[in-house]
């Protein structure tokens, strides 16, 4: 069982917008801004997409976005497109660990 | 650009000790505010944080696994090691190495190295 709660799957047309949540306790997202989000393509190493809640590193698209409310984190892809497609980890920095992974989410792009 | 390689044995027995190293190129693993970083995978599920080893040889373990987790640096040769003793079918998964910043934020990951724990 995962430290952080994530659905386990969602799905979106091209073009529509999606979220995927992330919960977690006042341990580790309600206390601390570290929250990372990595997309997984089959086969293939995680990819940081948003850290520190809602920041991009460099070259990945402004599609992708991050927010936190309380306890819970959100990743946000707009304008869905079929490479979006993949596993999504969330990720949060934790008194008890100190780092705890979501259980993944599988997007599926219709 | 910073790069990451996993590399050790492939398959380990039951009740043995698994052991690799991830070699960097592109940085130098003395300097700088980075923690390197083991994650792993059992196939077909989530991401499992193991630990990490800052560069002054500090060390984190998950607590799930302290007890047979042991990580070091070797800087003559820019990789950091890995070593996971009386392992079991449990410990079968694919091996990451990674370069934090601070902690989470996993920046740079190796391409992963499928770890098999069979007799």
């Known amino acids: 069982q995962s430290a952080l709660t994530q659905p386990a799957s969602v799905s979106g047309s091209p073009g529509r917008s999606i979220t995927i949540s992330c919960t977690g306790t006042?341990?580790?997202?309600?206390?601390?801004?570290?929250v990372s989000w990595y997309q997984q393509d089959p086969g293939k190493a995680p990819k940081l997409m948003i850290y520190?809640?809602?920041k991009r590193p460099s070259g990945v698209s402004n599609r992708f976005s991050g927010s936190k409310s309380g306890n819970t984190a959100s990743l946000t892809i707009s304008g869905l497109q079929a490479e979006d497609e993949g596993e999504y980890y969330c990720?949060?920095?934790?008194?008890?660990?100190?780092?705890?992974f979501g259980g993944g989410t599988k997007l599926t792009v219709l | 650009q910073v790069q990451l390689q996993e590399s050790g044995p492939r398959l380990v027995k039951p009740s043995q000790t698994l052991s690799l190293t991830c070699t960097v190129s592109?940085?130098?693993?003395?300097?700088?505010?980075?923690?390197w970083s083991w994650i792993r995978q059992p196939p077909g599920k989530g991401l499992e944080w193991i630990g990490y080893?800052?560069?002054?040889?500090?060390?984190y373990y998950n607590p799930s696994l302290k007890s047979r987790v042991s990580m070091s640096l070797d800087t003559s040769k820019n990789q950091f090691s890995l070593t996971l003793s009386s392992v079991t079918a449990a410990d079968t998964a694919v091996y990451y190495c990674?370069?934090?910043?601070?902690?989470?934020?996993?920046?740079?990951w190796g391409q992963g190295t499928l770890v098999t724990v069979s007799s």
């Open positions: 990674a370069r934090a910043t601070r902690v989470v934020i996993l920046e740079y």
């Open positions: 592109g940085g130098s693993i003395s300097s700088g505010d980075y923690y």
């Open positions: 080893i800052y560069n002054s040889g500090s060390t």
């Open positions: 006042s341990g580790d997202i309600g206390s601390f801004d570290l």
């Open positions: 520190a809640v809602n």
């Open positions: 990720c949060s920095y934790a008194t008890s660990s100190p780092v705890v």
